[in-house]
């Protein structure tokens, strides 16, 4: 008897799995086609220095990426959080972008855990009491460079000389090249016009810098990229070498 139900268990266990193959291949032909065209980014950077546009924000760094994207449209979701030093200003930023033939626009919603409220509530939006800061962005890739714009509109802005928003502004030109099998980028950053925000009185060239990566690779499928990067402050007279190294599946 017990042999009889072996027999009868194995006869029937293809017949099982034939719905849940063919359930599966279904599945896949009835998606629509727009989830197919949608595209996940998930990574993560460990930086030596948080240097951004020729600014020190922290120490040893963790900064996660988390986006999806379809025909142009994208929304992002990256962080920072200081790994040497735990009193390094934590960030939380939402970008909203969408590019179409070389030109892109974007808004960024940024947070950081200091500023006007003193609770660092990431849901308060009050004018003069938050520590979101909302820019916008605009682009050309030229080829050869590209040039992009950003302006603070609202949130937690910098002021003029004369105390009034200063709607703070930075403009960055580009120009991506390969050299000795590593791909490079140099960057040249200025700040029109007077802000606290980047603690410039006027026009200031505030980011200068170079940077080169180059895959490890430690598998057949999967590869590190490193980079360093030399970076200079005019403005403050400052100057960084950062390295770092991303992570992504």
């Not at 200068?208 to 430690?218: D, H, M, P, Q």
């Not at 030399?230 to 992504?248: C, D, E, H, M």
Request: proline share 4%.
């Amino acid at each position: 008897m017990e042999k009889i139900n072996r027999r009868i268990v194995l006869l029937v266990l293809p017949f099982m799995a034939m719905p849940i193959m063919g359930q599966e291949k279904l599945d896949e032909e009835a998606l629509p086609t727009f989830v197919k065209d949608v595209e996940t980014t998930i990574a993560a950077d460990v930086v030596s220095q948080y240097i951004w546009r020729g600014q020190d924000l922290g120490n040893v760094s963790l900064q996660p990426t988390l986006g999806v994207g379809y025909k142009g449209f994208s929304l992002n979701a990256w962080g920072s959080v200081g790994l040497s030093e735990p009193k390094d200003t934590k960030e939380f930023d939402l970008t909203v972008a969408y590019t179409i033939g070389r030109l892109n626009v974007g808004v960024t919603d940024y947070w950081f855990d200091a500023g006007l409220d003193p609770d660092n509530r990431y849901f308060k939006y009050g004018a003069h009491e938050t520590n979101h800061v909302f820019e916008a962005n605009i682009g050309y890739d030229f080829g050869l460079l590209s040039v992009q714009w950003f302006t603070n509109f609202a949130g937690n802005d910098g002021v003029n000389k004369h105390g009034h928003r200063a709607y703070s502004s930075y403009m960055e030109v580009t120009a991506p090249f390969r050299l000795a099998t590593c791909d490079w980028t140099a960057a040249v950053g200025a700040v029109p016009y007077a802000t606290s925000f980047y603690n410039t009185n006027g026009f200031a060239v505030t980011n200068v810098s170079l940077k080169a990566t180059k895959e490890i690779r430690v598998t057949d499928t999967f590869a590190i990229p490193i980079f360093g990067q030399i970076a200079a402050n005019p403005r403050s007279q400052k100057a960084y070498l950062v390295v770092g190294f991303t992570l992504q599946p």
